[in-house]
């Protein structure tokens, strides 16, 4: 039974070996790093003196009818002094609108953006340095490290780090550092699902765990197998 069990054992020491060695890796690779710097979250300015409070006796116009049935969720705040109101909807998708006025806010320009991207950040030297460039992605076209089906300015900062600023929020939706693409790369292979990196139960990654466990087993087992005590013959 235990020759069996250890034919078995090679066997599948051959067949789940590499899945076993990387998962090893990816997991060392991912946890080599806090999360809070893989997110990039050292890198976001320290917003916490900046008032956001509505001024007093703020009172929102006729003119703006947020009443519709497809609104999901209203937000309100004054962002450098201008009192403004976020109205997002059911499919997602968000409109600014000037709080004094009910006017619609239209869509932020590129320089807009890049603004946005330096204030909302701490990246050593930006600040001082020329405005980074920025390119502009539909919702239905965002790159692979964002994501997210909303439209977006992409502002490639000097160190290598993608800024996402929402070009209808106005807000720094998401922080991609160098680090945080790496990572993203290791756990799709972690999961076995480089193409959309979301997957984490699927056949392939439950049939290999399965027998990474079995295969564990059968070399615990293993470990209590007696071997024969060799028997040493004098030279000469």
């Not at 070996?17 to 806090?34: D, F, K």
């Not at 300015?45 to 409070?53: F, H, L, Q, Y």
């Not at 909302?120 to 460039?133: C, E, H, R, Y």
Request: aromatic share 8%; hydrophobic share 50%.
């Amino acid at each position: 039974m235990m020759r069996r069990l250890a034919k078995w054992h090679i066997w599948l020491g051959w067949l789940v070996g590499v899945p076993l060695v990387m998962w090893t890796l990816t997991g060392l690779v991912m946890v080599s790093r806090p999360i809070e710097t893989v997110r990039g979250d050292h890198l976001r300015a320290d917003m916490s003196a900046v008032d956001e409070s509505l001024p007093a006796g703020l009172a929102l116009p006729a003119a703006l009818d947020l009443s519709g049935g497809d609104i999901e969720r209203i937000e309100i705040a004054s962002p450098d002094g201008v009192p403004l109101v976020w109205a997002t909807r059911e499919d997602g998708s968000v409109q600014r609108y000037d709080a004094r006025t009910g006017r619609a806010l239209p869509r932020l320009t590129m320089r807009e953006a890049q603004g946005i991207a330096v204030a909302g950040t701490a990246i050593d030297g930006q600040a001082s340095a020329p405005p980074p460039p920025a390119q502009f992605f539909e919702a239905d076209a965002v790159p692979f490290d964002f994501r997210r089906p909303m439209p977006v300015w992409q502002v490639a900062m000097a160190d290598g780090t993608h800024v996402y600023v929402g070009a209808d929020t106005a807000r720094i939706e998401a922080v991609r550092t160098r680090w945080w693409r790496l990572f993203d790369v290791m756990w799709g292979l972690h999961i076995m699902d480089l193409e959309a990196r979301e997957d984490t139960s699927h056949p392939i990654l439950i049939a290999f765990a399965a027998l990474s466990l079995i295969g564990s087993l059968v070399g615990c087992v293993l470990l209590f197998r007696r071997r024969k005590a060799r028997i040493k013959v004098p030279r000469g």
